[in-house]
Antibody, heavy 118, light 110 residues
């Protein structure tokens, strides 16, 4: 079945780095744009980054621009988020998501928790 | 940036009652690129409505979306026990760098 599985979350000190991965299965990954969306504890959803199906077009939220880098490997059916210069306010569950059957995010991963704390 | 304001923040209702959730945009949302999601504790969001009024696959017809421009509504005609959750609206028109979510409405059991 269509599935996204995130990994790579954990505890990191302020200023540190972390790389998240999102493994896709059950669909033709290279046909779909992907996004990362995060949710701070007890808070709402925040769109973080977008990458087109080919990887040629990328966007970031202002809150992460210059610190986070989104990428994908269509041969490996995988999406990545390299997070550098992490701050306490980056603490959140990070979801990867894609519009598979509709033009809104209908496929979500289970999320991976990132905690930035000393 | 288009700011989405959801109201009320919390809706306290009983099973069987009608729920009406509002999502107001600070600017017109292009081509009705407005979605609604349901999120339960510890789970990822679930797409309910896209294009302001179209139901996603498997979504019961007690869920309906309406609106255009800057004012959108999610209606749950008769609340079932499994409908008590947090609901978010999202606009996904224009450039991805402008995509935003509302702050959420919690529908709780009265």
């Amino acid at each position: 079945q269509v599935q996204l599985v995130e990994s790579g979350g954990g505890l990191v000190k302020p200023g540190g780095s972390l790389r998240l991965s999102c493994a896709a299965s059950g669909f033709t990954f290279s046909d779909y744009y992907m996004s990362w969306i995060r949710q701070a504890p007890g808070k709402g959803l925040e769109w973080v980054s977008y990458i087109s199906s080919s990887g040629s077009t990328i966007y970031y939220a202002d809150s992460v621009k210059g610190r986070f880098t989104i990428s994908r490997d269509n041969a490996k059916n995988s999406l990545y988020l390299q997070m550098n210069s992490l701050r306490a306010e980056d603490t959140a569950v990070y979801y990867c998501a894609t519009p598979h059957s509709f033009d809104a995010f209908d496929i979500w991963g289970q999320g991976t928790m990132v905690t930035v704390s000393s | 940036e288009i700011v989405l304001t959801q109201s009320p923040g919390t809706l306290s209702l009983s099973p069987g009652e009608r729920a009406t959730l509002s999502c107001r945009a600070s600017q017109s949302v292009s081509s009705s690129y407005l979605a609604w999601y349901q999120q339960k504790p510890g789970q990822a969001p679930r797409l309910l409505i896209y294009g302001a009024s179209s139901r996603a696959t498997g979504i019961p017809d007690r869920f309906s979306g309406s609106g255009s421009g800057t004012d959108f509504t999610l209606t749950i005609s008769r609340l079932e026990p499994e409908d008590f959750a947090v609901y978010y609206c999202q606009q996904y028109g224009s450039s991805p760098s402008s995509w935003t979510f509302g702050q959420g409405t919690k529908v709780e059991i009265k």
